[in-house]
Structures are given as C-alpha cells and as structure tokens.
C-alpha cells in the first residue's frame, strides 16, 4: 500500500521567504508527527497531532513555525520568514492509534535556505 | 541536551560478521526503545524495538539489548549483510508521551 508521502522533495528558498511542507500520512494513521534533521544531527521533534486533540506543538523551535492537519489527514508545515538555520530536511511520520511508538516516515522534503 | 546518545558516528564490520551498534540515554522516564534505519534520500524504517520490562527483543538477524542499570541498550546484527549498510538511528520513548527522542545515528558500512 501507499506509504507516506511529502512534496516536494527539495525546495530552494530565500532568506525571508515563507515556505509550506505538506505531507500525506498512511491511510488510516490517526497519529502524525513532524521531525528535522539539521546536518550532522538527529531527528529533532517538532509537532505532533493525535485525532480531534490539541496538537502537542512543545518541539516547534519558533513561533515562524507553525503546522495544520485538516480533516485528520493532510498535513502543511509552514515556516515563516526562512532563516538559514531553517535549512534542514523535515520529515513527516505517521501511526497508528495504540502502536504510536512504530512510526511510518516519508522521504523527507529537503530545505535549503539561501 | 541530548539524552539519546550515539558515540559512534560510523562504523565498519566484513560481511559476515557481527555488527553492534550503541546507545545511551540519559532520561530515567524513557520506558519504550526503537532502532530505525535509514538509507540515503529515503526516511528512517523501523527496525526493532524493546520495552523497558525485557532485556532483550530478538528478530532475525537483528537483536536489541536493554541494560536499564546502565541506560545502555545496543543492537546487534548477525550474520552482516552489504544491504545493511545504511544509518541507524536509537529512539526512546516515555509513558504516555508520544514523541520519540532519537540519537544522532551511526552509519554502518559493511565491507564485502
């Protein structure tokens, strides 16, 4: 089946500009969460939404940052203002209620920030 | 404030042989721990995993291991195979918290 999937896979933007991120979840994951990895460094916690609950938003590193999931399904990211500590690839994850530790990741969409 | 340490950024093993790739963790809350691996421009998989009341979770050639005294658990990989030659990241995970802390990940080469 379909796994995760993000667009677009590589984006070039400028400093100052405002970019969006989307990803599509596995169907039926209730579960999705967002991670960056900055070069040389792990995946780094950003948001994650869980059903009709608030968004648990404690990783987002700014308030540029911010996230939607409508309809339970979709999801956009979107930082405002790029800077280029933003560059990094964000990757999007998704599970399934009750296995949430057993995340399902998509390719990531790779921002460079010029 | 990494509380999911990977000391070894990379890591060489001949096919074959066993590999063991390492991970220590600094939060006495983390209960539940996943390996993920990771191919160049694709996303992390997950591998394996272990929860805080086993010392050990077996799968094939892939076994974890879970020292909770010493916040240590290490993965191992016998025989290894070329294909496993990827990054591998440790998660941890706290009760009732459903974001994963991951390590800096070790890249595993396997030598032909």
């Known amino acids: 089946g379909a796994g995760v999937s993000q667009s677009p896979s590589n984006k070039v933007t400028e400093k100052g500009k405002d970019v969006e991120l989307r990803c599509d979840p596995i169907?039926?994951?209730?579960?999705l969460y967002w991670y960056r990895q900055s070069l040389g460094q792990g995946l780094e916690f950003l948001i994650y939404f869980q059903g009709n609950s608030a968004p648990d938003k404690s990783g987002l590193p700014s308030d540029r940052f911010s996230a939607e999931r409508t309809g339970g399904s979709v999801s956009t990211l979107t930082i405002q203002r790029t800077q280029q500590e933003d560059s990094a690839v964000y990757l999007c994850?998704?599970?399934?209620?009750?296995?949430?530790?057993?995340?399902?990741f998509g390719p990531g969409t790779r921002l460079t920030v010029t | 404030d990494q509380q999911v340490k990977q000391n070894s950024p990379s890591l060489s093993v001949q096919e074959g042989r066993i590999s063991i790739l390492n991970c220590d963790y600094t939060?006495?809350?983390?209960?539940?721990f996943l390996w993920y691996k990771k191919y160049p421009a694709e996303g992390p998989t997950f591998l394996i995993s272990i929860s805080s009341i086993k010392d050990k979770n077996e799968d094939g050639r892939f076994t974890v291991f879970l020292n909770k005294s010493a916040k240590h658990l290490s993965l191992h990989i016998v025989p290894s195979q070329p294909g496993d030659s990827a990054v591998y990241f440790c998660?941890?995970?706290?009760?009732?918290?459903?974001?994963?802390?991951f390590g800096t990940g070790t890249r595993l080469t396997i030598i032909p």
């Open positions: 169907s039926g994951h209730t579960a």
């Open positions: 939060n006495s809350m983390f209960d539940y």
């Open positions: 994850a998704s599970s399934v209620w009750g296995t949430s530790y057993e995340q399902y």
């Open positions: 998660a941890a995970s706290a009760f009732g918290n459903e974001k994963l802390t």
